[in-house]
């Protein structure tokens, strides 16, 4: 047990970062979590957790920086949770992103001597997200959007007085400061008693057209001059809709709650090379728009497909993979459990004129073993789960039903390597992972991986 109190002062050199970009040391053998403090640094830090494998420690003063630190662009950095790693230069970000994928391969899917190339990263790393979601307080009379501080629900950065956040796109940065002026003349009634009704603001571009949605995160339904407000948000920058959401649960990667079109057509229409995308306000939609194209390139290389395979997309969203490889496939099965998203899905087939991709609508744990168990698997599987990874029957259906390729997107390496680990356990092999940037500055990590039949060539032998 650490002979250590909360409270007490260490000094230690940090070795190495943590999964989420906090620095590690030991002092006295004990391995310590130094949020902001990067490897190769001096400091001083306040313990402020006793764990028995672990001390938590608050940087106080940086002795001696390590050769890595770098200026954080954004002066809110230490104090907002959007960012991880702006500390550190993009080329190191890209060494330590690739690192942690191989980190994980190793220790939780126990998977040694896989092929993780080089991170695919961006030329420009700053103001690539065309979705944020701004957090409103209500302090000192006015009403504020914001950015929570890491793990806490207290805005860290303050459009207001940070005027901008450094990987939001340009255009969202300037929208949110004129939604902020406007939301303000409208305070009143926006209050809920000494709160405001109005929990977050959610922008969300369609870069390739401009087009821009709104979305009020709200505890009510109505609300006095509601209409109003809608109306003049429509009015600013290149807003084309307002949709209003109630009873949401943030964190929930699924669409709960209701949605209302206030103004416009409630989504909006995006491009990615030659296909078009309606998204409706909580479909899933990669928030990086010059990295999606590389993410989806790769899935289609390692699909390998010619014309000829039977193809699904778990976890499809509003059918972008689908759509992506339809023309090379015979056909394409989407599934996905939004309903919102399943409707884009369809429509988005037909705006596309792609005949050969269906779509259903369910939980993949539950329609894959069956679909499997009834026709056999797909000739190439594309997974893309949320951050939890695969649920276990998924993979159980894959080991009685083998599929000669599957392309697993993750962007969580820990449940990629568990998920991963259990399918080279049952007749698969990982020929090669490739990390994408989708996230600079974060400590985030995107993988596309491919994996093939490991007993393919044998039995053909
Ligand atoms: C990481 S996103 C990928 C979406 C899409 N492939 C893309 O690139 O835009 C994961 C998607 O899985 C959906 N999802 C979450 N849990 C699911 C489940 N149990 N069954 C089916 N879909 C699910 C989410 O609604 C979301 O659209």
Same mark, same amino acid.
């Given at each position: 047990m650490p002979c250590v109190q909360p409270g007490e002062q260490v000094i230690l050199e940090v070795e190495d970062l943590s999964h989420s970009g906090e620095g590690v040391g030991r002092w006295q053998g004990q391995v310590v979590f130094v949020p902001l403090a990067v490897p190769g640094d001096r400091v001083r830090a306040t313990v402020v957790e006793v764990r028995k494998k672990y001390l938590r420690a608050r940087l106080e003063e940086v002795l001696l920086p390590g050769p890595a630190r770098c200026r954080p662009r954004c002066p809110s950095f230490a104090r907002c949770g959007g960012c991880h790693v702006q500390h550190l230069p993009y080329d190191y970000q890209l060494q330590y992103k690739a690192k942690l994928v191989r980190d994980s391969l190793e220790r939780?899917?126990?998977?040694?001597g896989v092929k993780v190339l080089p991170v695919l990263g961006m030329d420009n790393p700053w103001h690539y997200r065309n979705k944020v979601r701004f957090h409103v307080a209500h302090r000192a009379g006015r009403l504020a959007l914001g950015l929570y501080a890491p793990g806490s629900h207290v805005l860290g950065h303050w459009m207001a007085r940070d005027a901008v956040c450094h990987i939001v796109d340009g255009e969202l940065n300037n929208l949110a400061l004129m939604i902020e002026c406007l939301l303000n003349k409208y305070r009143e009634s926006l209050l809920d008693g000494s709160k405001t009704l109005l929990s977050y603001v959610t922008l969300r571009k369609a870069v390739a057209t401009g087009e821009t949605m709104v979305v009020l995160a709200t505890t009510k339904d109505r609300w006095p001059r509601q209409e109003e407000l809608a109306g003049e948000l429509a009015?600013? /920058?290149?807003?084309t809709t307002v949709v209003q959401q109630t009873a949401v649960l943030p964190d929930r990667e699924v669409d709960v709650g209701h949605t209302r079109t206030l103004y416009g057509k409630g989504y909006i229409t995006d491009r990615l090379g030659d296909l078009v995308f309606r998204l409706s306000a909580t479909s899933f939609y990669q928030v990086n728009p010059v990295q999606t194209r590389v993410l989806y390139e790769k899935v289609r290389e390692y699909a390998?497909?010619?014309?000829?395979e039977r193809v699904m997309d778990a976890y499809c969203g509003v059918g972008t993979i689908a759509l992506f490889l339809a023309r090379q496939a015979r056909e394409v099965l989407g599934v996905e459990v939004s309903p919102r998203a399943v409707a884009d899905a369809r429509q988005n087939a037909r705006l596309n004129n792609l005949n050969n991709v269906s779509f259903v609508r369910g939980a993949v744990e539950k329609l894959l073993p069956r679909l499997f168990d009834r026709g056999? /698997?797909?000739?190439v599987l594309v997974l893309d789960p949320p951050r939890r990874g695969c649920h276990r029957s998924v993979l159980e259906a894959l080991a009685r039903c083998p599929v000669p390729r599957v392309v697993y997107v993750s962007c969580d390496p820990g449940t990629l390597a568990r998920d991963l680990g259990f399918l080279a356990g049952h007749g698969?092999?990982?020929?090669e992972v490739q990390p994408v940037d989708?996230?600079?500055?974060?400590?985030h990590v995107e993988c596309v991986c491919l994996l093939e039949q490991a007993n393919v060539d044998l039995e053909e032998e």
């Open positions: 939780i899917g126990k998977l040694t009015r600013i /920058g290149r807003v390998g497909l010619t014309g000829l056999g /698997g797909p000739d698969y092999r990982v020929v989708m996230f600079p500055q974060t400590h």
